[in-house]
């Protein structure tokens, strides 16, 4: 990842731990809150839960329908209506499976990151690293070993960008009610 454009600050990175699916739609919630544009980066191991805070993401902005994993298809996208009116473009990406970075080209990839108020979800973006431009936001996901009632957590670093940075958002309002840690 271009570990080079993030920035090590309280306000810039944030360091949660969700202990269940509700701390994930709380997570995802306040995601949507932000005025987020560009490309995040999520990235963790297979069953991390990278699809499914994407769903809860996808659905925190307003989208009503189903939310179709993209690991085949390489892109969903999504035309969200805001509350003013206006339509919130949202792709989301799943690498998983790209063979070579240059397939993004063909599909027109380029164009979704070009879009002006567009919000590109990426998980695996690793494998594009040299094709992508930095994101906006990175994401890392880890399965935690559990928690004192044997559930599978979930480690979840935060990191802005510089690009993240000049939209002037703040990750220190991100909570996860008695589980947030700073790094």
Not at 140 to 161: I, P
Request: proline residues 5%; glycine residues 8%.
């Amino acid at each position: 990842m271009h570990t080079d454009e993030s920035i090590k600050d309280d306000t810039y990175s944030q360091t949660l731990i969700l202990n269940s699916e509700q701390d994930t739609q709380s997570l995802a919630q306040q995601l949507a809150d932000l005025p987020l544009t560009g490309s995040v980066w999520l990235a963790g191991d297979l069953g991390a839960g990278k699809t499914t805070l994407t769903r809860y993401w996808l659905q925190a902005l307003g989208h009503a329908g189903a939310v179709k994993s993209p690991t085949y298809t390489l892109v969903e996208p999504y035309s969200i209506q805001k509350s003013d009116g206006s339509i919130k473009p949202v792709y989301h990406a799943d690498l998983y499976r790209l063979q070579d970075p240059e397939e993004l080209s063909f599909i027109g990839f380029d164009e979704y990151l070009d879009e002006p108020e567009a919000l590109v979800i990426i998980e695996w973006a690793s494998r594009a690293d040299g094709y992508l431009p930095p994101p906006t936001l990175f994401i890392d996901m880890t399965q935690g070993d559990g928690d004192h009632h044997g559930k599978e957590s979930r480690l979840v670093e935060l990191r802005l960008s510089k690009a993240g940075q000049a939209l002037d958002l703040d990750l220190s309002t991100l909570k996860i009610e008695c589980c947030t840690k700073r790094l």
